[in-house]
T-cell receptor
Framework: GEDVEQSLFLSVREGDSSVINCTYT??????LYWYKQEPGAGLQLLTY?????DMKQDQRLTVLLNKKDKHLSLRIADTQTGDSAIYFC???????????FGAGTRLTVKP | DTGVSQNPRHKITKRGQNVTFRCDPI?????LYWYRQTLGQGPEFLTY????????KSRLLSDRFSAERPKGSFSTLEIQRTEQGDSAMYLC????????????FGPGTRLTVT
């Protein structure tokens, strides 16, 4: 399809790991991103991965990229209540300069 | 705070009126982007500038929309003859330059057209 797709909701307990999944559209996408949006706020860049990598780790965040399946995931270890937000997956396609975003996954962390 | 700033944060206007939003990017960033975000959706690309030049426009940017970046610093987005369908969050982002892959977003301007 033409859309970046994400599941809409995820609920986890505090201290558990969260895994947010995304499928993107363009095999020529050069960079893939995860952004976090809290209520009433803009988007905060969390992490990104270049398309020639298959994993990137940054503190509690682990990004996995399966280029063959055009599948991207974000794992948050030891999820905290402050991680509750909407998480957007985005791709920067080939020679274009725009980014295409998914609809976002709302992560709820229960105490 | 040296992040991207946008003004106003909220704007309520009547259908048919014109509105203008402003974005101040991070000071050394050459690229500036405008996105629109409707409820329950991710941002959609509208247009971007490299310095003062507008290099790309989305098909979402109808003739009623115009964006400028006259001195290559701040940018304005004007919507003429607003329609209810224009109600959305308008987000601005900036990046360092052509080889930069990190876009930093401002807090957005929420437009409500009544």
């Amino acid at each position: 399809g033409e859309d970046v797709e994400q599941s809409l909701f995820l609920s986890v307990r505090e201290g558990d790991s969260s895994v947010i999944n995304c499928t993107y559209t363009d095999s020529s996408s050069t960079y893939l991103y995860w952004y976090k949006q809290e209520p009433g706020a803009g988007l905060q860049l969390l992490t990104y991965i270049f398309s020639n990598m298959d994993m990137k780790q940054d503190q509690r965040l682990t990004v996995l990229l399966n280029k063959k399946d055009k599948h991207l995931s974000l794992r948050i270890a030891d999820t905290q209540t402050g991680d509750s937000a909407i998480y957007f997956c985005a791709e920067k396609r080939g020679r274009n300069n725009d980014m295409r975003f998914g609809a976002g996954t709302r992560l709820t962390v229960k105490p | 705070d040296t992040g991207v700033s946008q003004n106003p944060r909220h704007k309520i206007t009547k259908r048919g009126q014109n509105v203008t939003f402003r974005c101040d990017p991070i000071s050394e960033h050459n690229r500036l982007y405008w996105y629109r975000q409707t409820l329950g959706q991710g941002p959609e690309f509208l247009t971007y500038f490299q310095n003062e030049a507008q290099l790309e426009k989305s098909r979402l940017l109808s003739d009623r929309f115009s964006a400028e970046r006259p001195k290559g610093s701040f940018s304005t987005l004007e919507i003429q003859r607003t329609e209810q369908g224009d109600s959305a969050m308008y987000l601005c982002a900036s990046s360092l330059g052509p080889n930069s892959y990190e876009q930093y977003f401002g807090p957005g301007t929420r437009l409500t057209v009544t």
